[in-house]
């Protein structure tokens, strides 16, 4: 926890900061109230229910968001345990959680978690407190994966009925089950009330075959042991084309789902793609899809 704590308090004073007030506050507006009509005022926005039943002009006045409310969704299935360098994708996971979290508090903003792996899991309401934020990097630390994947589609359709004001929602994981695209549907209604990123956690593992030998691996659903032959040049070339398809799968599914994407490979520097995707976005005005 406090190796966590302290490389994203370090991440959190680069530009992070400044990326994320430019990319992600006040960039939405809430309704204020229903006030007369003030000669100068916009007519286009004249409530005219209200001015009908009165019999005097009304408009609708708004207020921008000052204060956003970050909520992370963060996968808990059997994938989630993996990992063949520095770190698992779950404990990937919680370094980025308390990094958003650490960026969020400075900024006055409120943050909440959602665990989900084959069932939902554990929900924390968005807090600012210091302790809040060290209890949402221990929860996603110390959580037991699931043995099966991450129903994504549930706890998709949970947020959409627990998020009642406009939110950030990242979502962290593998994505593992994009290839069935269930969840797509979901997602999109999502993205429609909320700004939503996929933060796709990827292990070199998964995309090229480590030049070693024969080895086995076992197959978390069914048990099974399957020996691979590592150092045969078509088995390496077969297992980068399926990476290459899965991650074509994501890709679609996040697209049509209409929601932005960080892919962050373990094998590097955890911040480097958020940072990325923050100056992208900056460039583009806060639409970087």
Known sequence: MR????????????????GYRSVFRGQGIEFEEVRPYVPGDDVRGIDWKVTARTGEPHIKSYREERELSVHCLVDQGMGMGFGTRRWSK??????????????????????GLTLFGSEPGLHLDPRKTSRHIQRLIREVMVAEPHDEPGNLKRVLEGSMRALHRRSLVLIFSDFADAGGRSWVQAMRALAMRHDVIGVRLVDPFEKS???????????????????????????????????LQREAAVNGALRESRVARIDVPLDEDLAAPILRFFRLRMMRGGRAR
């Open 3 to 18: 190796q966590v704590q302290l490389r994203t308090h370090r991440l959190v004073n680069t530009a992070l900061t400044g």
């Open 90 to 111: 779950r404990e990937a996971a919680a370094q980025l959680v308390g990094l958003f979290a650490n960026v969020a508090a400075r900024n006055q903003d409120r943050v």
């Open 209 to 243: 075959l480590p030049k070693v030998g024969r080895f086995a691996l076992k197959d978390l659903q069914g048990g099974a042991w399957n020996w691979i032959d590592a150092r045969d040049e078509g088995v390496r070339a077969a297992w980068e084309q399926a990476a």
